[in-house]
């Protein structure tokens, strides 16, 4: 399996922000109902790390309204080893 963040936006007023979290609460997916989210600080923007398959399946875990405007990455981590040969791990 991989990890990925995906990160979703949503409005920057009230209702849309209490929408958001609504929907995510109510979905039933444990990976939701855990999000991390920026709205008290200004950023209206959820964020979930969660280990899948692939991309797709990052983006099934999400609200049907939500998945065109996801923004999913794929994370990785380097070891020391690694270091000297990074050009191999990134997509150009």
């Known amino acids: 399996m ?3 963040l995906i990160e979703v936006p949503h409005g920057e007023d009230k209702l849309s922000c209490m929408r958001a979290i609504q929907i995510f609460m109510t ?5 939701l109902t855990h999000a991390d ?3 008290a600080d200004g950023e209206h923007k959820a964020w979930l ?3 899948v398959d692939n ?3 990052a ?3 999400l609200p049907t309204s939500y998945r065109s405007i996801a923004k ?3 994370l990785s981590r380097f070891t020391n ?3 000297d040969d990074l050009s191999s791990k990134f997509h150009q």
């Open 2 to 4: 991989s990890k990925f």
């Open 27 to 31: 979905s039933g997916s444990h990976f």
């Open 37 to 39: 989210w920026g709205c």
């Open 49 to 51: 790390i969660v280990e």
């Open 55 to 57: 991309k797709e399946s």
């Open 59 to 61: 983006r099934q875990i």
């Open 72 to 74: 999913i990455v794929a």
């Open 81 to 83: 080893d690694e270091k």
